[in-house]
């Protein structure tokens, strides 16, 4: 089981929108509706912001949506703000029950 | 509320044994669903799920390190321990516990984390 594949990094200026990518294989991403992502400021804990695809924890910015196609999961961020500026994760269950997460893709805020 | 909280040694030899506590409150380790995991991130790198225990007893382990891995609660504390053995600098890293909610919500609920250096 490796870590799911995301972009190192992705940069918008404030106001824009972004996609981050996250790819699995069929074995994670593309058979289980079990992706989350989070939010991870320097040296804070990851926060999480979307699970099972495309729900949001209450007080979670509705700026942040999620949607899966295949074996790849993305997240959305609409009208980018500096606080947006943070590391990104996502994970998947793999069926073992055990959490995979990817490698993690630094936004930044021009 | 729900909190939790890790503890142990910040620093420990190479091929020694780590054994760090997670402490919780808010929430029962006999609750149907629930579960806690425990999380490590090396300096500047991705986070990696090392082990979950459920409710239920039920273990998980990610497969390359299972062999070096246990991880046990103690419901009547409210504390899950994970224990790692042969410790090597390569697993120098901030450990983070978190609550898990069955297989649909992870981490909706960490602790502040502990960094862990292997050195001699």
């Known amino acids: 089981q490796s870590a799911l594949t995301q972009p190192a990094s992705v940069s918008g200026s404030p106001g824009q929108s972004i996609t981050i990518s996250c790819t699995g294989t069929?074995?994670?991403?593309?058979?289980?509706?079990?992706v989350s992502w989070y939010q991870q400021h320097p040296g804070k804990a990851p926060k999480l912001i979307i699970y099972?695809?495309?729900k949001r924890p209450s007080g979670v910015s509705n700026r942040f949506s999620g949607s899966k196609s295949g074996n790849t999961a993305s997240l959305r961020i609409t009208g980018l703000q500096a606080d947006d500026e943070a590391d990104y994760y996502c994970?998947?269950?793999?069926?073992?029950?055990?959490?995979?997460f990817g490698r993690g893709t630094k936004v930044t805020v021009l | 509320q729900i909190t939790l909280t890790e503890s142990g040694p910040t620093l420990v030899k190479p091929t020694e044994t780590l054994t760090l506590s997670c402490t919780f409150s808010?929430?029962?380790?006999?609750?149907?669903?629930?579960?806690v995991g425990w999380i490590r991130q090396p300096p500047g790198k991705a986070l990696e799920c090392l082990a979950l225990?459920?409710?239920?007893?039920?273990?998980r382990y990610i497969p390359y390190l299972e062999s070096r891995l246990t991880i046990t609660k103690d419901t009547s504390k409210n504390l899950v321990v994970l224990t790692m053995t042969d410790m090597d600098p390569a697993d120098t890293a901030t450990y983070y516990c978190?609550?898990?909610?069955?297989?649909?919500?992870?981490?909706?609920?960490w602790g502040p984390g502990t960094l862990v250096t292997v050195s001699s």
């Open positions: 978190a609550h898990t909610l069955g297989v649909t919500q992870f981490g909706a609920y």
């Open positions: 808010g929430f029962s380790l006999t609750t149907d669903g629930v579960g």
């Open positions: 225990i459920y409710w239920d007893d039920d273990k």
């Open positions: 069929t074995s994670d991403v593309g058979s289980y509706y079990l």
């Open positions: 099972e695809v495309k």
């Open positions: 994970s998947s269950y793999a069926g073992s029950k055990i959490l995979l």
